[in-house]
T-cell receptor, first 110, second 119 residues
């Protein structure tokens, strides 16, 4: 059974702060890791992908992967109210489908 | 370029009716996936196509669910004799190539989804 665990939140941060979102996964053979942003009533939007240990930065977003600890995280710097959404962690086992966590709801307070 | 499109965006069905949900993937994308998302949950895998071949249907919840992609592009998810527990958002995603090839190409891009309500 492949499992992806996330804190459901809600996580509230003030505008301009760093939001830290965490995810653990159970399948050691997982190779690809993704963060999706989902606004209420909308479909998931891919914001970050990471495949190797370490950090990957894209604008205000940084994804961190530690395969030994089976842990992946997303940092959002200079959080904006428009970042308020549910963030879904997804793990691909290298074959085909994605396994998703239940998502962490983030609220950025102006 | 155009993203993944799905139709209809909303569907209301009476219990026992059959429904058909359509997905048009990003042009050139080999792989197509269907997911079901219940309220407050992450998407759950239903089935996967590589071109016209259905390589994995392990997530389909019952034999009332059927998916096809006859020409390797547009896909249809059909639900027969709908039940109230089928009410959910059905999401379609596509990716450029198989997940076991170059990892950077296995990113999946989602369509807007079809919200199905079974009364």
């Amino acid at each position: 059974q492949k499992e992806v665990e996330q804190n459901s939140g809600p996580l509230s941060v003030p505008e301009g702060a760093i939001a830290s979102l965490n995810c653990t996964y159970s399948d050691r053979v997982s190779q690809s890791f993704f963060w999706y942003r989902q606004y209420s009533g909308k479909s998931p939007e891919l914001i970050m992908s990471i495949y190797s240990n370490g950090d990957k930065e894209d604008g205000r977003f940084t994804a961190q992967l530690n395969k030994a600890s089976q842990y992946v995280s997303l940092l959002i710097r200079d959080s904006q109210p428009s970042d308020s959404a549910t963030y879904l962690c997804a793990v691909n086992d290298g074959a085909n489908n994605l396994f998703f966590g239940t998502g962490t709801r983030l609220t950025v307070i102006p | 370029g155009a993203g993944v499109s799905q139709s209809p965006r909303y569907k209301v069905a009476k219990r026992g009716q059959d429904v058909a949900l359509r997905c048009d993937p990003i042009s050139g994308h080999v792989s197509l996936f269907w997911y079901q998302q219940a309220l407050g949950q992450g998407p759950e895998f239903l089935t996967y196509f590589q071109n016209e071949a259905q390589l994995d249907k392990s997530g389909l919840p019952s034999d009332r669910f059927f998916a096809e992609r006859p020409e390797g592009s547009v896909s249809t998810l059909k639900i027969q004799r709908t039940q109230q527990e089928d009410s959910a958002v059905y999401l379609c995603a596509s990716s450029l190539v198989r997940g076991d090839l170059a990892l950077s190409y296995n990113e999946q891009f989602f369509g807007p989804g079809t919200r199905l309500t079974v009364l």
